[in-house]
């Protein structure tokens, strides 16, 4: 089973950034982690700050992965085109935000991408990613 797992904006320098915030693993860590716990799971990583780029690794998943884990960072509050994208695949989708979006400024509030995935887990930190994992799993099987 392959699954994509999608980082947006400024999701590169996790481990670094706000670490009071989101936490002191990096990118590379989630994907250990999550490589370590689903070792059945074929996972491929993508990160980028480009709206353009997450929107055609969303259309090229649809060929190539059975599930897509997507953290969008900021662009859940903005990329209408990024949840078109979603919408627009027939793969299974769950939005995964570190941080609690609903506790945090109030743009941050909307949630375009989010709501164009299947379901979100939002403010469990890192932990959220292998829960998200395992209910994209759940989806995907027959």
């Known amino acids: 089973m392959k699954v994509l797992l999608l980082h947006g904006p400024n999701l590169n320098l ?8 989101y936490g002191s693993c990096s990118s590379q860590d989630i994907i250990n982690r ?12 993508f990160q ?4 353009h780029e997450l929107i ?18 900021a662009f859940s509050h903005t990329s209408i085109a990024l949840a ?11 939005c995964i935000h570190i941080s ?4 945090r400024e109030d743009f941050r509030h909307s ?3 989010g709501a164009a995935c299947k379901g979100s ?12 994992l395992e209910c994209l799993i759940d989806l995907i099987k027959p």
């Open 14 to 21: 996790l481990g670094e950034r706000q670490e009071s915030v």
């Open 34 to 45: 999550l490589n370590s716990e689903f070792p059945q799971i074929d996972l491929q990583y």
């Open 48 to 51: 980028s700050n480009n709206e």
């Open 56 to 73: 055609e690794k969303v259309h090229a998943a649809r060929n190539e992965f059975q599930g897509l884990l997507i953290n969008p960072g």
């Open 84 to 94: 078109d994208a979603i919408r627009s695949i027939n793969i299974p989708s769950i």
């Open 100 to 103: 609690n979006i609903y506790q």
């Open 111 to 113: 949630d375009f991408v």
């Open 121 to 132: 887990i939002v403010g469990l930190g890192v932990d959220g990613y292998p829960m998200a």
